[in-house]
């Protein structure tokens, strides 16, 4: 969906829920990204406290998309997400991005290395991505297309 949003190469120029309408009844909601962010702490703080409060109380939400890059994935705050993700039976697909970075192999290997990491929980899908590229654009579309239409 291209111009759907504006993208920064700075992490952290998301700092409010944005919502996406793509019909009447279905959204796409992006919420800030405080991992990477250069900010002062408190108000990473203060975006960990909002995405947990609507993570907690949004009734609707179908799955959560987690985005890390390929040559850093699994951080604490991804760790996490994903425990508070199986503790509330949330599905999680995880996009590792930026995968035209690495060789095919390397980025073959950290996949497998991540699937195996997150193999406890039963929710948890996986793929590698790279929106250069748009390598793993059709699997990431049928993933949101499968939570969204219920099938």
């Not at 504006?6 to 019909?23: E, V």
Request: with cysteine.
């Amino acid at each position: 969906i291209k111009g759907l949003a504006r993208t920064s190469k700075t992490p952290g120029r998301t700092q409010l829920i944005n919502f996406f309408a793509l019909d009447e009844h279905r959204r796409l909601v992006d919420l800030p990204g405080y991992g990477y962010a250069k900010v002062p702490l408190g108000i990473k703080e203060r975006w960990q406290n909002t995405v947990n409060k609507y993570l907690q109380e949004r009734e609707s939400l179908k799955g959560l998309v987690l985005i890390m890059d390929i040559r850093h994935p699994l951080k604490d705050l991804d760790q996490h997400l994903l425990k508070w993700a199986a503790t509330c039976e949330i599905p999680v697909h995880i996009l590792l991005t930026k995968m035209d970075k690495l060789k095919h192999s390397e980025a073959l290997g950290t996949l497998r290395h991540v699937e195996k990491e997150v193999s406890l929980y039963s929710k948890v899908t996986l793929q590698a991505f790279s929106s250069l590229t748009h390598d793993g654009l059709e699997e990431a579309l049928l993933q949101l297309d499968t939570w969204l239409t219920g099938d």
